[in-house]
């Protein structure tokens, strides 16, 4: 009989059989299983089995519950350490004990509109507090806060707690809680509106009572404003206090003495500036303050040690309160007094010029829109003789005319330090505007000279203007080249050669 070989022991078929079994899965797992298959066709009991047994290909993949979900942007550690201390920021304030980039870190993700409490004392970034003002106000002139924007917020804020205070209905601590908050940071405080007390109206009259009564009976305690004594006297720093006692947009509910600068008010703003001593810029305008009121203030600032300029404009201040201001330029060293817009007249106006005769420290006197006449103009004319410290003057629209002018065309050539003088709105006429260039053609000092509507001819105003023009650029070469015009040993201009 022939033999027949056996396919396990050939070379050949035993590789054809391992290839068989790895490029059948499906054979394989039916004989792991106990099921036989066939070349033919699977048997009804292996197809049932097939059906039931799934793809081994789809059993390996991976469900997300994050469809972006990625191990390439797992975020750092420190990463999430910022951003839960930002998030917990305000109950557990970290910052101090971070390094200084992870500081920068936290302050540029926190919000702006933490409690002050926190973030006063804390956080000195200039990036989060220009954050801060950015958001709470669309102009901001920072020049203005000498390049600090925490000042600026501080000052800001303070002072529209002040514009919106109601006497009797707002608390005080509102504003007296900021003290520890802002008191290093507050330099300046310019309020345009201080608000009056609530009046609660009146109770209807009898038949027996007068119906002749008017709206400013009361006392005026009902009218009197917030008390400043207590802010300012925490305030550290201040340098510059700007108040208005009335109100902004009142609308249809206008009413004269949302406008009144009570007696009680005056004495306790005269109490507040003494006690203020780095206060050198005081402003009270628009506030009604008359001859009284304003003696009162003028007296707690005699021999103030550091006040340098006051502005009382657009009052009702008369020659008495003149004579309280030409008292305090001998007792103080005031550099800038505005009194524009009052009711000063001739009187006062001498009493002014007696003081800047004798005065070496005041370097503006703002006049305008007064009555001083020609009475007046002369005397601080002549005072004009003796001033050597004086640069601005502005006397537009004093009812003056010709003998002013013919008295300072005299002065102009005798005076070497102003340099800005205006006598605009005048009646000078055409001859006080040819004595006033006469005058001119022998100043070499004065760069601005204000002669708009005062009834000086074209011709005197040309050519007062080039005298003006060639004072400026004699100015601007004594700055460019100082060594030329000025001896470095005397200080005194030197003598051209050859």
Known sequence: MQETPATSSAPGSRSQSLFNVTRQPSALLGASLGVQTSKTGPT????????????????????????????????????????????????????????????????????????????????????????????????????????????????????SQLKFFIPGTTDPNVILDLLPLCRDYVRRLQVDQLLPPVRLPAPPQGEEQSDSGSEAEGGES??????????????????????????????????????????????????????????????????????????????????????????????????????????????????VLNLANNQLRAPGAQSLAHALAHNTNLVSLNLRLNCIEDEGGQAIAHALETNKCLTTLHLGGNELSEPTATLLSQVLPINTTLISLNLSCNHIGVDGGKQLLEGM?????????????????????????????????????RTLNPGHFMSPITNCPEKSVG
């Not at 920068?104 to 702006?112: A, C, H, M, T």
């Not at 003002?133 to 020049?143: F, G, I, N, S, Y």
């Not at 005197?460 to 650029?473: K, P, T, V």
């Open 222 to 335: 009902e009218k009197d404003h917030y008390q400043l004594e207590a802010l300012v006297a925490g305030l550290k720093h201040l340098e510059e206090l700007d108040l208005v006692y009335g109100i902004k947009d009142c609308g249809v509910n206008f009413q004269w003495n949302f406008f009144l600068f009570t007696y009680q008010d005056c004495h306790s703003l005269a109490a507040t500036v003494k006690a203020c001593h780095t206060l050198k810029i005081f402003k009270l305008t628009r506030s009604k303050v008359d001859d009284d009121k304003a003696r009162i203030l003028i007296r707690s600032l005699l021999d103030h040690p550091a006040l340098e300029e006051l502005d009382l404009s657009h009052n009702l201040i008369g020659d008495r309160g003149a004579r309280a201001a030409a008292k305090l330029l001998s007792h103080s060293r005031l550099r």
């Open 44 to 159: 009804p009991a292996s197809a049932h089995l097939k059906a039931k047994v799934p793809n081994t290909r789809r059993m390996c993949r991976i469900i997300s519950e994050d469809a972006e979900w990625t191990l390439a942007i797992v975020p750092l550690l420190t990463e999430l350490c910022i951003q839960h201390i930002v998030k917990n920021f305000e109950n557990n304030p970290i910052l101090k004990q971070l390094l200084p980039e992870h500081q920068e870190k936290v302050l540029s993700l926190l919000p702006p509109d933490l409690p002050l409490s926190l973030t006063a004392n804390l956080i000195a970034d200039e990036n989060y507090w220009q954050r801060c003002c950015t958001k709470r106000w669309p102009v901001c002139h920072l020049a203005r806060y000498g390049g600090s924007w925490k000042r600026m917020f501080f000052e800001r804020h303070l002072e």
């Open 441 to 477: 053609s022998d100043n070499k000092t004065i760069l601005e000279f204000d002669l708009r509507l005062s009834d000086v001819s074209q011709e005197s105003e040309y050519l007062i203007g080039q005298a003006l023009h060639a004072n400026r650029e004699a100015a601007r070469q």
